[in-house]
């Protein structure tokens, strides 16, 4: 059983990981504290080759990794800098395989679930297809959600895609969010979309869900438990209401006089 939940702060991103933490209080029997950037908090000297190691280097090679010294630097500025990080998919196995190794080892029990809000591209790779597929979230210890996954895993409506690649071939560049919203029909997330943190909700609830119920994700396409692989699917999910499909709507709306707060750490 899970008693405490640690989310981590991502500084470089517009999710605010304090209303994630007051909405799962909310919903869940367990303690819900909030932590600085986890790869601050919880640094140690080998999280920039581990990096390294955990890079994609094709959309269809299943072996990760460069490990030259280039590369390692690269990712010791990404650790000291956030901001400065981007443009990468890391395997989101191997990074949760280091941050685990990085938890103090009397955090490593699943009585305290770590959720680290990243700001960093994670995939997993797709057997069925032979490819790499970005990722919102990975459960598991630490559980893993990337901001990043979340504009670019679901995919986009089809006239997205056109419309970016016609800018870049007339401009040379990516599109403001504005004049993709203008002239794509259908709806989608864009970066540092204000949308960000309530979209992020149902992501960072399905760590917890996991760890105790031992479901991964609900099949009911608007619950925010439900894995969407598409956009319009996500806000369905996400950002519509009801919240929840009925039967996990019993485990997680509040009632009325739910909703005590815990301090952040």
Not at 19 to 29: C, F, N, T, V, Y
Not at 60 to 80: K, V
Not at 222 to 241: M, P, S, T
Request: charged share 30%; hydrophobic share 35%.
């Amino acid at each position: 059983m899970v008693d405490r939940v640690v989310l981590y702060r991502a500084p470089s991103a517009v999710a605010d990981v304090g209303e994630l933490a007051d909405w799962l209080r909310r919903r869940i029997d367990a303690d819900v504290v909030v932590r600085d950037r986890f790869l601050e908090v919880h640094r140690s000297d080998d999280l920039p080759e581990r990096f390294a190691q955990a890079r994609v280097t094709s959309p269809y090679d299943r072996d990760t990794g460069n490990t030259m010294l280039g590369t390692i630097r690269y990712e010791e500025r990404a650790l000291e800098d956030p901001a400065r990080e981007g443009g990468v998919l890391y395997d989101g196995v191997v990074v949760q395989r280091a941050l685990n190794a990085a938890l103090p080892a009397d955090e490593r029990g699943l009585e305290t679930l770590h959720v680290a809000v990243l700001d960093r591209a994670i995939g997993t790779w797709g057997d069925h297809d032979g490819r790499w597929h970005k990722r919102v979230n990975v459960l598991g210890q630490p559980a893993i959600v990337s901001v990043p996954g979340l504009y670019e895993a679901p995919a986009k409506p089809e006239s997205y895609y056109e419309e970016k690649q016609r800018h870049a071939l007339l401009s040379g560049d990516t599109p403001p969010r504005e004049v993709l919203e203008n002239q794509v029909e259908g709806e989608f997330l864009v970066e540092d979309d204000p949308r960000t943190t309530d979209a992020l909700k149902g992501y960072a609830l399905q760590p917890y869900h996991y760890l105790e119920t031992g479901e991964g994700f609900c099949d009911r396409e608007g619950c925010r438990l439900f894995n969407a692989h598409y956009h319009e699917a996500l806000i369905e999910a996400q950002l519509r209401d009801p919240s929840f499909c009925e039967r996990h709507a019993r485990l997680y709306e509040p009632s009325a006089e739910s909703g005590a707060a815990n301090d952040a750490e």
